[in-house]
């Protein structure tokens, strides 16, 4: 029949629609038979109603039973959401946090910001709409300096409570004081593990929830002698498996850092490149949390028929993202963490043995959708007998000076008799006092200065945060922000070429500062950067990581907010353009008035270094500018303490002798800086 044309139109039009409407009602009966298949869904009622009853309650369940995605859609069906109030759930972690509130998005069937929204460092992504909000923990303690009774919420959720990170047990001593100041606000704990009754009891004996979970049997397979490098020994084995087990199934590696993940995705990507067409095709999924959100969903994505995926994770994968179809598991056995020594006040990164209490629930990440195995690449008596039974809380092992900023600022300044969960030592409470005292953020009574009160909003370190205002007075604000932004933890910069070793290398030199180490090597990077007008193509020629440099620039914009908020920074022309001479030593001193504390001078041999204050020996990284000068420098900063065989000095930059004793005035002895 002959149809009019417009006529037709609209009926292909209406046809479009229909199909819209139908797929999107798949979409939303497939939502629906997925939340309806979580164990916690049959216990919805019955949790809602100790919420109502009780004012703080402990959930306790198996990792993938739907706590952190359920429970908030839970109680925003009950109405917690009413009357402009929010309901919040933390997470330790970066990665968890975008992509819970991702998928609850997606269940909701609404945008992320919309409302469903979530709030990390340097990123917030939420509006007027958002009724449900995900945040790391940290930031929720850093809401309590703007909002200190959490009036906008009515209430929140603690996730991963068992992973008892600083803030975390931070924010319980917190919510301690909280909850006697708002009857009406509900707290609600989420733990994976057992260790449920020390949360119990700390909060006067809350109630326990326990929903139970379902697990299917994992056979746990040991090395028969030690390893001596796991990350070869796991790409064996993940070959090992791909080949020999017949049956589908998805792989999760457990490794210790990016380095390492990156290391082993771009050698599996290799070796099957190799072997194409002779074995069957693997998905490759790195997970760690400076990983960009779109690569981030991809380890969601469904595995595609006849091929598998490999998932290669730091312990995020844990507990705090569930990935479905993993029926494999490797385990290094290794975690990489903070390290803290009251005595010398240093902190660095170390890679240690993981607790049992971690392999363990490695293991059972393979045990959600059958039976599965986990394969451990150390020995059953390392297990037995090396691995310390449960992980240490990080307020045990780490530096508490910002804590202890943040504290006061919120005006709990009898620090020693706060109710801490676990309590810090009194030595390292201390070693936080007399740094903050030695960076002005303190008087000699003690009390918060006006230089403390401005450090705390900075959502940085103490002493980088001292860098940012000494560099206002030093008329170098802008170079030292783009500094910071770069030593922010945004993941490894330096592109490095196995075709192209020797181009990769004499880019990377061109940026070399003779006279300022790495941090105004950084500066070079970050103007010459600025100078391409942010392009790709200047990153991928220079060998530098574009996303790196995307991420700094974006951290450098928050960072310069807060600078013209307090003052700092002056619309004006930039004052190096006034005074180009002594951009370097100003930028260089505004560095030392932060990083003082950490400093280290050549020993007579000429070969190390010995920290300035406790007389430690440390060295160079390799990957510093400064690694191998000649002559080598004599006084030095660094930013960061690294330990693998030795304590390396990770950005390191050059200082006079007159700057230590000018700005560590209150802090070194007169013999320390002879
Ligand atoms: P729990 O917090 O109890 O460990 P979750 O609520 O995180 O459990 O996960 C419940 C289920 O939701 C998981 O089994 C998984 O299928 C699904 N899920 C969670 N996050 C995502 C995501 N980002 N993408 C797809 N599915 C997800
Ligand atoms: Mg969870």
């Known amino acids: 029949p002959d149809i009019p044309e417009d006529e037709m139109k609209e009926l292909e039009n209406k046809i479009e629609l229909e199909e819209l409407i139908v797929q999107e009602e798949k979409r939303i009966s497939s939502i629906e038979e997925t939340k309806k298949s ?69 269940e909701v069937g609404t945008r992320v910001g919309d409302k469903v929204g979530y709030s990390i460092r340097f990123d917030e992504k939420s509006s007027e709409n958002t009724v449900i909000k995900y945040m790391t923990d940290g930031m929720l303690v850093r809401e309590f300096l703007t909002d200190h009774d ?46 449920a009754k020390k949360f119990s009891d700390y909060f ?36 090992q498996i791909h080949m020999s087990q017949k049956s589908s199934g998805d792989i999760l590696v457990f490794l210790t850092g990016q380095d390492e993940i990156e290391t082993m995705a771009e050698n599996l990507a290799e070796t099957c490149k190799k072997l194409e067409g002779q074995i069957k095709e693997m998905v490759i999924c790195p997970i760690y949390a400076n990983l960009p959100p779109e690569q981030q969903k991809r380890i969601f994505e469904p595995t595609p028929k006849n091929a598998r995926k490999v998932v290669i994770s730091t312990n995020i994968a844990e507990t705090s993202l569930t990935i479905d179809g993993i029926v494999y598991v490797i385990d290094c056995g290794f975690v990489k963490e903070n390290v803290y020594n009251a005595t010398t006040g240093m902190e660095s990164l170390e890679v240690l043995p993981c607790s049992k209490a971690s392999a363990d629930q490695r293991a059972g990440r393979a045990g959600r959708v059958g039976p599965g195995k986990c394969f451990r690449l150390y020995t059953k008596w390392v297990y037995l007998n090396d691995l310390p039974r449960n992980p240490t809380p990080e307020i045990l092992r780490t530096d508490l000076t910002g804590v202890v900023l ?43 200065t006006n230089v403390g009160i401005k450090m705390a909003m900075f959502p940085t370190k103490p002493m980088l945060s001292k860098s940012l205002l000494a560099s206002s007075e030093l008329k170098c604000c802008d170079e030292v922000l783009s500094i910071v932004s770069m030593l922010e933890d945004t993941g490894s910069l330096f592109v490095n070429s196995k075709e192209k070793k020797e181009m990769a290398k004499n880019a990377h030199a061109s940026f070399h500062s003779k006279i300022g180490g790495d941090h105004l090597t950084l500066l070079q990077i970050w103007d010459k950067f600025a100078e391409s007008g942010f392009s ?80 430690q020996p440390v060295l160079i990284h390799p990957s510093s500018t400064l690694h191998g000068a000649v002559p080598p420098v004599k006084l030095i900063v660094y930013h960061e303490l690294v330990m693998t065989t030795k304590e390396f000095m990770r950005h390191v930059m050059p200082v006079q002798g007159k700057w230590l004793a000018e700005y560590g005035r209150n802090y070194f002895d007169k013999k320390d800086l002879l």
């Not at 306790?60 to 952190?68: C, L």
């Not at 109405?79 to 970066?94: A, L, N, S, W």
């Not at 020693?416 to 936080?432: E, N, R, Y």
């Open 406 to 448: 943040l504290m006061m600022t919120l005006g709990i300044t009898d620090l020693v008799h706060f109710d801490f969960m676990d309590k810090p030592s009194t030595k390292t409470l201390v070693k936080a006092l007399e740094l903050l005292y030695a960076l002005g953020a303190l008087n000699e009574r003690g009390e918060l």
């Open 204 to 239: 006067d004996s809350a109630p326990i929830f326990n929903v139970p979970g379902r697990r299917y049997p994992v056979e746990i397979f040991y090395t028969q002698q030690p390893e001596a490098n796991y990350l070869s020994a796991a790409i064996i084995t993940v070959f």
């Open 536 to 615: 790709p193509q200047w990153c991928h020629d220079n060998f530098l990581q574009y996303k790196v440099l995307q991420k700094a620039r974006s951290v450098k914009k928050q960072l310069q907010r807060i600078c013209r908020r307090l003052g700092l920074l002056s619309d004006g022309p930039h004052e190096s353009e006034r005074e180009p001479n002594t951009t370097a030593l100003r930028v260089m001193k505004a560095i030392t008035a932060g990083y003082f504390s950490q400093s280290a001078r050549l020993s007579p041999r000429g070969d190390t270094y010995t920290t300035l204050s406790r007389k």
């Open 38 to 106: 979580l164990p916690v869904f049959q216990f919805r009622d019955e949790l809602l109603r100790s919420v109502g009853k009780y004012q703080v309650l402990i959930v306790v369940g198996e990792t993938g039973s739907g706590k952190t995605t359920q429970l908030p859609q839970y109680l925003y069906e009950a109405g917690y959401g009413k009357h402009g109030k929010m309901i919040g759930c933390t997470q330790p972690r970066r990665v968890a946090a975008v992509s819970v509130a991702a998928r609850v998005a997606d």
């Open 150 to 195: 959490l009036a906008k919420y009515s209430v929140m959720i603690i996730d991963e409570a068992h992973e008892r990170t600083l803030q975390t047990d931070i924010l319980l001593g917190l919510f301690k004081n909280l909850l006697k100041k708002r009857p009406d606000f509900k707290l609600i704990i989420s733990s994976a593990t057992i260790n």
